[in-house]
């Protein structure tokens, strides 16, 4: 297992942990002043800026990327098919763009919350083979371009609105169906937020091995939590055994980036650097 108490050369932003203190740009140069080498962007984040300025920003800082957030949202009614196709093959190209490791998927819930103008449904099963058909699609899209997608199993309160696979074993199920070869071009983004409580996380994390290992995402569980949104906590103070989890994803070979997602409005009302220099400090005494 690395050792990240002395240095934070793994640690990577996702951007929204930051994203109400600065627009892109100005925290792509926040990381670079803190001796952060990694980021992962919203897709929201890089159109405010212009595709071509984060591009331009992301490579005069050497700054690497841990994934692209996000494609996804899958379910859809009949008259949003294309749309749902465009924007999730223009979330591929703007990941090429930026060389990201992956683009994320957040595969949606039910299609009037993944695709407002859809019809409403209660049917989850009928969402869940959207997002299977959904991610077949666009998976064969992604393989020509040259950009792996990272499946991110939610934590099952989002089942509704944002995403209708919820565990790892769900995730890599899909995996297994559409990419039987473990090519690397499909697999998961291990976010600790939403799959913590799972007693299947380790043996799951066993089964998906490094070719699906994709993002490994941290935060903290709060207890009590105070918004389904924007409450997560900062590493260290909650309840996940992030070390426990991070000593997994290594032992199937993970090299990657750990990526702090921290959405929560108590961190959004500091100060950029103060943020920064906490999650400096907790990826080296936490994760
Ligand atoms: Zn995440």
Redesign the pocket.
């Known amino acids: 297992m690395r050792d990240f108490t002395k240095d934070h050369r793994w640690l990577s932003m996702n951007t929204a942990t930051v994203r109400k203190q600065g627009d892109l740009l100005e925290i792509i140069d926040a990381c670079a002043r803190h001796g952060i080498g990694a980021i992962s962007p919203w897709r929201d984040q890089v159109a405010h800026v212009g595709l071509e300025a984060a591009v331009r920003t992301v490579k005069a800082h050497g700054m690497k990327l841990s994934g692209y957030c996000r494609g996804g949202m899958f379910p859809h009614g009949a008259d949003q098919a294309q749309a749902m196709r465009d924007d999730n093959r223009r979330a591929v190209d703007e990941a090429k763009a930026l060389d990201a490791p992956c683009l994320v998927l957040v595969v949606g819930g039910l299609p009037q919350y993944s695709r407002p103008g859809s019809p409403a449904s209660r049917d989850l099963g009928a969402a869940r083979t959207q997002v299977v058909d959904g991610i077949a699609e666009l998976l064969d899209y992604a393989r020509k371009v040259g950009m792996p997608l990272a499946i991110?199993p939610l934590h099952p309160m989002y089942a509704a609105d944002r995403a209708c696979v919820n565990t790892m074993r769900h995730a890599l199920d899909i995996c297994d169906a559409l990419d039987p070869g473990k090519t690397g071009a499909l697999g998961v983004?291990v976010?600790m937020y939403h799959v913590w409580w799972d007693p299947e996380l380790l043996a799951q994390i066993k089964r998906a091995g490094k070719s699906r290992l994709h993002a490994f995402?941290v935060c903290d569980w709060l207890v009590p939590t105070n918004h389904l949104l924007e409450d997560r906590g900062m590493m260290g103070d909650g309840v996940i055994d992030i070390r426990a989890a991070r000593a997994a994803v290594e032992a199937q070979g993970f090299d990657g980036f750990s990526e702090v997602?921290i959405f929560s409005q108590n961190w959004w009302a500091q100060p950029m650097d103060t943020v920064l220099e906490t999650c400096i400090e907790r990826h080296k005494s936490v994760v």
């Open positions: 991110e983004a976010d995402h997602e």
